[in-house]
């Protein structure tokens, strides 16, 4: 399944491949040249969250607002935003009509682009300069999940539609604990290790084994992260909520598989 042809919002997409998906050139009006991206999802009314290929140059000296809210996770290389220096594992919110001094791949890299509708980078936009507050989480510590022992977490801030986290995983076996769910949507990219998951309504008696590039999204309510799902060495994931982070644990979730 094209992830690009459903809304996210009401469809479940479950360990997608990045690799699986079909390489879309991206052209920004208003930035010359273009980048080779891969749509992880979208609602299907222009609000999207896109893999990048970074390629170093790529950008534009110029000042301008995006039309759209922007939000970026570089996972690989360096990216300039007006005064920001964005280096592997920092996330930016580059909020709607907010003047940012230029931008600029300043290495070959990769990156999560998420924006709140089309996008335009407008060079004559006549607005208030973005107040620009990059997250850096090698500075921070990891904190642990206490109902999840070997899960770990560092929050990223808040984002233009809710809040923004790192999950890291560590010799986390769930073994038959229960199910959780968030009442917001929520995705997760896979930065780096490899995780094993059980999804609902995936729920397959083969859970999911997640390596670096392996996306979800999960609508709001999903019971996900059930009965057998582990780590057996460490994993490092990007997550955006849609809405606070919240969690319900111990959700009922439909019916186990072999339960009939
Ligand atoms: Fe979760």
Redesign the pocket.
Known sequence: MDPALVDRTITHLAGVDDASLPVRPMTIPGITGSLEARILSTDMRGSSSRLLRLRSGWGSEASGAFTAAVELFVFKGALQVGDCALETGDYLHVPQNRVVGGLRATEDGAALLMSSGPVRYDQFFAGRPADLEPSRPSGQDWVPVPEMPGRFMKRLGRGAVGDVWLGGAHQWDHGDGGW?S?PHH?ECFVIDGEITLREQPYDADEPLTAGPGTYFFRPAGTP??GPGSRCEDTALTFHRAFGDLH?DWDVVAADEPGDT
């Open positions: 959780h968030h929520e996900h992260s969690t």
